[in-house]
């Protein structure tokens, strides 16, 4: 196929067709960056021990996520995942 038989509109990929397998829940906590793992052991930790400061523990956690998120280390499917289960 030439290169203006590509470019044409028919010819173009459909995103809808692509085959995307959807991540799995283990996936999506995988090779997660090490600011987002501390801010979850923390927080972790701090609802274990009943801390006061808890709502400090999770503003670090979204900030991670979100630094993370804007950084590119990791997806908007990821951040939706983790606020969903931590926050």
Do not use: F
């Amino acid at each position: 196929m030439s290169m203006d038989e590509l470019l044409l509109p028919n010819n173009l990929p459909n995103p809808s067709e692509a085959e995307e397998r959807p991540m799995e829940k283990d996936d999506l906590e995988a090779d997660l960056p090490s600011s987002i793992q501390k801010a979850i052991a923390e927080l972790l930790q701090g609802e274990k021990e009943q801390v006061l400061h808890l709502d400090c523990l999770s503003d670090e956690l979204y900030g991670a996520i979100n630094a993370n998120l804007w950084g590119g280390c990791i997806t908007e499917e990821q951040a939706d995942y983790l606020r969903k289960k931590y926050l």
